[in-house]
Nanobody
Framework: QVQLVESGGGLVQPGGSLRLSCAASGTIFRPNVMGWYRQAPGKQRELVASTTSGGSTNYVDSVKGRFTISRDSAKNTVYLQMSSLKSEDAAVYFC???????????WGQGTQVTVSS
């Protein structure tokens, strides 16, 4: 019923910035949480940032002060603005939507972020 499509990944130098987008199609019910996860080769998938339909946000400690998650409700899109990027941030970034009332979640297919000089 819901499809998530990530975009905006690419190659950036350390210290650079990148904005990821996650566009959701279909019917989105409240309450819900949308979040960004990342997974580097050989590493476990990690929750990076999340935002609720009520507007609250949460970040993993390693990205606090550097990443910002936001929503455009009219476009059913969530963004991850990444700045001061480090090599440790390189990963495939995945978008997830969790519809809390029905205990249903959806995943995007991921977008690659490469941080290299």
């Amino acid at each position: 019923q819901v499809q998530l499509v990530e975009s905006g990944g690419g190659l950036v130098q350390p210290g650079g910035s990148l904005r990821l987008s996650c566009a959701a199609s279909g019917t989105i019910f409240r309450p819900n949480v949308m979040g960004w996860y990342r997974q580097a080769p050989g590493k476990q998938r990690e929750l990076v940032a999340s935002t609720t339909s009520g507007g609250s946000t949460n970040y993993v400690d390693s990205v606090k002060g550097r990443f910002t998650i936001s929503r455009d409700s009219a476009k059913n899109t969530v963004y991850l603005q990444m700045s001061s990027l480090k090599s440790e941030d390189a990963a495939v970034y995945f978008c997830k939507l969790a519809q809390l009332s029905g205990h249903v979640e959806y995943w995007g297919q991921g977008t690659q972020v490469t941080v290299s000089s």
